[in-house]
């Protein structure tokens, strides 16, 4: 049991978790951040894909408030909140919901589905071979968000901006992100919080509860639609949440989080150099 508690010790200090917070300081620490790096860069435009869920809901809505903070400092500053669906979104309403709330300076959609395809049809033409569609489609959803990372980038290229991230310390535990996809970003207001820390600071910027609430899902797969975030994990949220406060967790719970730790760890770092 000591080995256990070091382990989850040493993961909460390196992955800046806190057991417990105030979700309004919170509130006003990761905006008054995101303020300050926009200011300090010299960049005067944050950007940010909204999907509908609860951490790209409430990354926007610090993003948004960050942004008129600059405002008020004299920084000619605005939040670019962008939808990037894959074709039609299962859950657009929810998305669209997520935007009323965050009430963004602007709005860009840009359909990542042509793009996607395209690049998946020449790998294929190039002569890549897939084992099955579920790895086909596998490689497409990592395609997918790469893509969507790439239209970020280009739109903060184009009005001077930094791309925010969404990247919390559950997702960071597990590597329950793509590489150089929704991993990729300039500045991640959300480190350090659990999930449910998440829906605390939503539920103190006053975001919608089914927002708040709602059952996390990347939605890469195009074969399972909306797959549950703790399905493709194989582990709740709540396991995740107690390992990173240092609660017990079960056997089958810290051997799954643990393996996936350590599976993922290039995911944490920069890239490998002699």
Same mark, same amino acid.
Request: glycine residues 8%.
């Given at each position: 049991?000591?080995?256990?508690?070091?382990?989850?010790?040493?993961?909460?200090?390196?992955?800046?978790?806190?057991?417990?917070?105030?979700?309004?300081?919170?509130?006003?620490?990761?905006?008054?951040?995101?303020?300050?790096?926009?200011?300090?860069?010299?960049?005067?435009?944050?950007?940010?894909g909204i999907s509908g869920g609860v951490d790209s809901?409430? /990354?926007? &809505?610090?993003?948004? =408030?960050?942004?008129?903070? *600059? %405002?008020?400092?004299? +920084?000619?500053? #605005?939040?670019? @909140?962008?939808?990037?669906?894959?074709?039609?979104?299962?859950?657009?309403?929810?998305?669209?919901?997520?935007?009323?709330?965050?009430?963004?300076?602007?709005?860009?959609?840009?359909?990542?589905?042509p793009a996607s395809d395209a690049l998946l049809a020449?790998?294929?033409?190039g002569g890549l071979a897939f084992n099955d569609e /579920?790895? &086909?489609?596998?490689? =497409?959803?990592?395609?997918? *968000? %790469?893509?969507?990372? +790439?239209?970020? #980038?280009?739109? @903060?290229?184009?009005?001077?901006?930094?791309?925010?991230?969404?990247?919390?310390?559950?997702?960071?535990?597990?590597?329950?992100?793509?590489?150089?996809?929704?991993?990729?970003?300039?500045?991640?207001?959300?480190?350090?919080?659990?999930?449910?820390?998440?829906?605390?600071?939503?539920?103190?910027?006053?975001?919608?509860?089914?927002?708040?609430?709602?059952?996390?899902?990347?939605?890469?797969?195009?074969?399972?639609?909306?797959?549950?975030?703790?399905?493709?994990?194989?582990?709740?949220?709540?396991?995740?949440?107690?390992?990173?406060?240092?609660?017990?967790?079960?056997?089958?719970?810290?051997?799954?989080?643990?393996?996936?730790?350590?599976?993922?760890?290039?995911?944490?770092?920069?890239?490998?150099?002699?």
């Open positions: 049991m000591i080995d256990r508690q070091e382990t989850q010790s040493h993961i909460q200090k390196v992955l800046q978790v806190k057991p417990k917070i105030d979700a309004q300081q919170e509130v006003e620490t990761r905006v008054d951040f995101l303020c300050r790096q926009m200011m300090e860069s010299g960049q005067h435009a944050l950007v940010l809901t409430v /990354g926007g &809505r610090l993003a948004q =408030l960050a942004a008129e903070r *600059a %405002r008020e400092q004299g +920084v000619n500053a #605005y939040f670019y @909140a962008m939808r990037l669906p894959y074709g039609t979104q299962h859950d657009e309403e929810d998305a669209q919901q997520a935007l009323t709330f965050i009430n963004p300076d602007h709005v860009l959609t840009v359909n990542i589905k020449a790998l294929e033409e /579920g790895h &086909r489609d596998f490689v =497409l959803g990592n395609i997918k *968000a %790469r893509q969507r990372m +790439v239209a970020q #980038y280009a739109a @903060a290229g184009a009005r001077g901006g930094l791309v925010v991230g969404t990247d919390q310390a559950a997702e960071a535990l597990m590597g329950f992100f793509t590489k150089y996809g929704d991993g990729a970003c300039d500045v991640a207001p959300l480190t350090g919080l659990t999930k449910s820390q998440v829906r605390e600071v939503g539920a103190a910027l006053d975001a919608p509860a089914f927002l708040v609430e709602k059952q996390p899902t990347a939605d890469l797969e195009t074969l399972k639609p909306q797959l549950a975030d703790e399905v493709a994990l194989g582990v709740t949220y709540v396991d995740i949440d107690a390992f990173l406060i240092g609660d017990t967790v079960s056997d089958q719970a810290y051997n799954t989080i643990i393996d996936t730790y350590t599976r993922t760890e290039h995911k944490r770092q920069l890239p490998i150099a002699p």
